[in-house]
């Protein structure tokens, strides 16, 4: 997956730490676990052309986490920015 440029993207994390830099927007959610007004980040990837195909194959998208503690996380596909 490609890193996409989100809209309303207030920083960019983890490029001082050697990794390619991550454009992310702070929101606040309502969480069932946490409440209302639950501040998380929000970032966009976009498939490949070859991911995409393999997507629409029915590959499976995997989600992994550096570490050994996982914070909770949410996966979603949201429409394309228009413009």
């Known amino acids: 997956m490609m890193v996409a440029c989100i809209e ?3 920083r ?3 490029a001082s730490q ?7 927007r ?8 946490n409440g209302p007004r639950t501040p998380c980040m929000t970032t966009a990837r976009t498939p490949t052309p070859q991911e995409l195909a393999a997507l629409l194959a029915g590959a499976s998208v ?3 986490i550096l570490g050994t ?4 996380i949410t996966v ?8």
Do not use: Q, W
């Open 8 to 10: 309303g993207a207030a």
């Open 26 to 33: 702070d929101e606040l959610v309502n969480c069932t676990v």
């Open 18 to 24: 050697g990794y390619e830099g991550l454009p992310v």
């Open 62 to 64: 995997h989600v992994c």
């Open 12 to 14: 960019h994390i983890g």
């Open 69 to 72: 503690a996982h914070p909770p």
């Open 76 to 83: 979603s596909v949201r429409p394309p920015l228009e413009g």
